[in-house]
């Protein structure tokens, strides 16, 4: 028996219009490893979208799966609220040995409601507390997740329309790049901030992604991020990076802040950080920062204890070698490779976005990403948009993804590109 | 080697401020099964926390583990974003089938980011789109999530501090009770929105829980339900039923809205809903007011496949008549234990509240409560407190536990009673 | 020439069309003194409007008048910012004088913009920067002003609805009777105060009218205003009273609120305390809560010193006991006249609502009043509605209005209320 | 007697410590006539304020005085809510007589409460209805009032501070020079209105000024606000120009925006439409936007009778050509005696700001302003300070002052600058 005719019928019948990834990418899918996904028709698709990012590992990574299996066989606890559990103090040990010694970091560490946006809302809360002021600095294009407080700092119109209600306390500021090259966009900000005439705020925070993941994967500079973040030092701002989608690897460190040789206050980290999708965030708090009493923000699933049991064997990756060696030799592969399809297709006027291995391609027509997801959908390549507009082709492959295959997808990428942009059907 | 000298240094070092649950229990879990928990000396507890509802059918129950480690042994998928899985078809057919059907609902359901929370903030999106109004009422006592849009409905002033922005867009008014015996809190209400004079804005919708997990479980009566959905139906206010603690049969039914007869515009479900404590949520909404788009609201962790599949196995007790009649029971027994227990201790001014299996003692004391739980933890009972004050105990049993264990159970907590009230040290 | 003909042309053409009472007594009016207004016609009116509570002493009262002229011919400062002038001390020192040192009450005072709706917005800056808190506690009924800081306190769903974004920072409670002849809606005030999981934050300041002038006459007993202060004060939470429209003698004494014998901490004056009816408004603030500094708030106008020269005017009524005594006389005849008219009129349910010389009349059919109006404008009678659906007749002779004068303009209305009730055009 | 020892005394005692001009200027004036004010001393000060634009035609000129005198002693209506009243359909047809028909202009006219705040909030109350949308663009350095909507919308950090809760619906973009020469701002707002992905919600209006009168002077080109004013049509946002202190020929024409060419959607008037300094404002409103209803906003003072016939006599001046010649020329005269100061004084890095007849004057130091004014006080000139540091000497003649008292005034200047840039005392 096939579900084929079936479960589409279940999913129209019975799931919320608001659905969405389905509509691009139509088929149920079953299985999936590595950077392969299988669905009912037994149709194998190479996976570029990485879960929006929470699947740096790729799917259902061998050691990581083992650790989780092991873990429930064995009546580990799985969901402990926020009791100490030998998990969690597993992870933190892990944690404190693989990245914060390594790089001379002393962050507090704040489980959060699984899910990045609680993440935000929690480091906005700390940040309005240590402050003692409500506005959050936000940046075009930025992302944050969709519950009210961070929705707010969001910067898609689609999403924000979705409120209800006017989003406040947030101002927003550009993101480099945004008012065009010769835009000085930190001397911007800093006369907002400096002239008390301006009428903005003094904000409690910025809130920055060092990529825009969701904003058309524009990338700011380490120079730009440095000063940002002696803007905010500087004023009694608190830096927030926003590391949900970029952390854990993505750009080629674990944080994606560390090429800039920044140490922001707060760092939100979702996505990745359980290594095998399973739902997870948390807060790195500057211990001083570490100010919220117990119980101020909670959230029952903060203690999901097999994401925690995950993250400790997703660690394993930090500290070997190979990994971070492969990882960075994916990321110069990658960019190679992008480049030269950008120069293949130069009359899309295609222009490579983003940074090691979350990376974007815009065009001059911006419906031709889209209409390049769908051919390579028909390829049985998952390539997603990105931006407000969905006018940049997003690709994230794993991490660690095996180079041939590396390249073997982005020849197909070539190929859905030359076919739409021959306005051909996919 | 024991962890004991360790672990604790972990958490101290390493753990944010803001943890409180490990605070009243001080000691670290390693094990768990059913309703009991394993600590690092080997000691064996007795758990009433039900993870704050989120394990109603106890720790580790083997069906629902066995499905999700079959699962992960044969690669199912684990995160899947929003995309057409099979393992979200079957939990969909099978929640048709045993949930929706039996009950005669037709609801579309839609899979949120996976915490209460969320759910929440996603049916108030849906409200205010389908009124084109902004104002939800929710009422004293009333915990709906820690994020920005849900806080403002929230009620405990302690959490709402931590909030650093006013809260908006929410109107407060009486649950059922709240402002004493007499008192019409329906015809309060009615007053507020009927008069154009009462400066109370016509509001999008109602949140309300028919019992108050957070709020000194407080329940709401049949009447005043059926009253309070009357109300809405004839405002055009939709009704908003939170049922993420009180849902997946805490109170006796599936819903805790059938026994009222009932049918919310909106449902919240979340805790058990994967019914092994994994992070799942979703909200039911009526067909006609499933008006959110495409990607309006989205997140990440809303394609958890492993909850999926949990949920799916969990649907099977819901189709079992001996579980529904053990919890039917169980519910009586428990009614019949803490009444017995309010009698023994009439002195304490002892008062059941609550409803089926999600039970309060409220003393004349208010900082009784408090003392019987750390009481009940050197007896290795884990009985916590609710209440904007801490002033009720609260009970939560697995929903199908022994009851010869629950009797025992309630033996335990009836020595702690007796002790705190002496005033005894734990 | 008459202006008759194209006077209204002039309106019609050029004047934006939220203009109001003008509709409802649709001709051009010329000249007034005392109680009369005399139209393009020459046909004179009564005029019962009383300049919504701003013309206390009548039409250019010949005292008053008299000393603004003299003092514009002798090149008086007209506008003098908040400068020190000769007008201002001579106003301030009188007030002092006059009403302040003889009631014992130490304030200081704030000239703000000239409108109440200024005084209003700037007693809720001092409240909130006194406290640190954002809310304040306004009741149902009542009205304080439209600009967006007063309207959010403001109850009239029509006039809330024009704001064009919600409104905030204010939390409704019951009015005393709101909720029915038994609540007891003090003590359900306290019980959202005082509870901490109510879900009401802890406010900055109650602000209460006395009588609400536009809230359709309600009137709080000495006993709820003065449970209403200790509430406050147990609480530090400051009272706000919003003399605006009952004030300067409109309910008998010069404040309204000397009968219940509170202090309030802030009292917001304005309509009639400069006896002409020249916008002028300010606040009165107990000394230790004079918190704002320099320019903190500031408004072009709060310099109108014809109106600090007509105040000073004025307040001469106050020092004249035959003055305080036809006003006292007045109000014991006017309520008796009332509640005649009611009982001549019982068959419309007719009510008498308010106190002293601000009163109202409610009748079964809320329609009725608005009829009541048009007929007494037939008969050259000004009277107006009140109430958010203008359900209540609203009466507000000058204070010192003749006794015979009084009486006839009561039989006036007398006649109209029975024609309107007959179902007769006006 | 002297009052001098007295008066002082009041104002300590009983004046609210907000008060703030008489800080800078420690006097008790008495009388005043055309730019002159006298005070209890006998002494006569030269008034370079205006009562911050409130006397454009200087004090107590006689023609205007007199129609109010004349008025009074008739019995003219003084308060008229918004009754129809000859005195307001005077006004009426002079207005459009006078200015608006010369003008080709097409506006319907809408009465506010008197202050200019509450003209803004008027208009903001209109463009959220007529857009349906809630945010208002505000620009750096903008100020339009101290109530809560307006309030919003005002850039000095210091006034914010005072509103005690966070200001919302207001976004905030550069005025013109803000973020430094070569800056596009016009661009950058296009950037952030046309971008999806900007976070900037759609606004339903911008709110400008054409010259920055608290906002320390800067002066918009005509090129800017043309470019304004398109991009403001292209996108359906209406333009709101507050001309509360630039209007009724501060600089040089009666509305402040004729040279621009440009006919906003909606122009705040207040402060010197009156022409005696009496408290009145309104706002213009293109005909197919007075959307509001009978009623939506009011207030009591709206109908300031003895201001429409000040008004109407204030017209007068814009049918004489005298005057407007007279006007013309002294913007001449006063731009080329500040240049010439700004040369003499280089040294102190001296900039003339402004437009016409509402000048200031930048120096390096930002301090000296400040102490510029209080020497000039010594000199019994009056000129006060504008910007949200203080740092621009603000420069208001009267509009027809006498050319060679024009040249006395600002030699005083010289003289006053020249001691503050020693560095000796006043």
């Known amino acids: 028996m096939t579900l084929t005719g079936i479960a589409p ?33 037994g149709r194998v698709h190479v996976d570029l979208l990485a879960g929006a990012g929470s699947l740096n590992y790729g799917h259902n990574p061998a050691a990581i799966k083992a650790a989780v299996v092991d873990y429930l066989l064995d009546d580990g606890i799985v969901q402990g609220l ?15 040995e693989v990245v914060l010694a390594p790089r001379g970091l002393e962050y ?8 990045g946006a609680n993440a ?6 700390t940040a309005r507390r240590v402050t003692g002021r409500t506005d959050i600095v936000a940046f075009t294009g930025g992302f944050h997740g969709l519950s009210l407080g961070a929705l707010a700092a969001s910067a898609t ?15 927003r500021m550009p993101y480099e790049g945004f008012t065009g090259e010769g835009a000085d966009t930190l001397d911007h900000l800093a006369r907002f901030l400096d002239d008390p005439g301006s009428g903005v705020d003094l904000p409690a925070a910025f809130v920055v992604e060092t990529v825009q993941g969701e904003g058309g994967l524009a ?32 750009t080629g460190t674990f944080f994606s802040f560390e090429e800039a040789g920044i140490v922001p206050d707060l760092v939100c980290l979702a996505k990745s950080i359980s290594g095998l999708g399973l739902p997870m965030a948390l807060v790195l708090i500057r ?4 100010q919220l009493g117990p119980g101020e923000h909670s959230g029952t699933f903060r203690g999901n204890n097999l994401a925690f049991v995950a993250a400790t064997a997703a660690l394993d990756h930090w500290a070997d070698p190979a990994f971070t060696t492969r990882l960075r030799d994916n990321a110069t592969v990658l960019g190679g490779l992008l480049d030269e399809l ?39 390549l998952l390539v997603e948009t990105s931006g407000a507009r969905g006018q940049v082709l997003k690709i994230m492959p794993p991490l660690a993804m095996d180079e041939d295959e590396l390249r073997r997808a982005v020849a197909v990428l070539d190929d859905a590109i030359a076919t739409a942009a021959r306005g051909d059907g996919p």
């Open 219 to 250: 990338a700011a500079s380490p120079r730009w991020l440095r000063g940002l973040a002696d803007l905010a030092a500087a004023r009694g701002i608190l830096l927030i990076v926003d590391d949900i989608q970029t952390g854990c690897g993505r």
């Open 120 to 125: 935000v809302e929690a480091a906005f809360k």
């Open 82 to 96: 926020d009791l100490h559990t030998s998990a969690k103090a597993e992870f933190l040990r892990r944690f404190r």
């Open 342 to 380: 950008a120069r293949t297709h130069a009359r899309t006027g295609c222009a490579v976005r983003g940074r090691g291995m979350i990376r974007g391609l815009a065009f001059t027509d911006e419906g031709l990403a889209e209409k390049v997801s769908r051919a390579a959908f028909a390829r049985r």
């Open 287 to 290: 211990p001083e920062l570490d």
């Open 108 to 115: 507090r560490i704040q489980f959060t409601g699984p899910t």
């Open 9 to 41: 019928t279940v999913f129209d019948e019975l799931e919320s219009a608001v659905r969405t990834y389905c509509r691009r990418f139509p088929t149920v899918f079953t299985k999936a490893s590595g950077h392969h996904m299988w669905d009912e028709q």
């Open 157 to 171: 119109a689609f999403k924000r329309g979705a409120a209800g209600v006017p989003l406040s306390h947030v101002t």
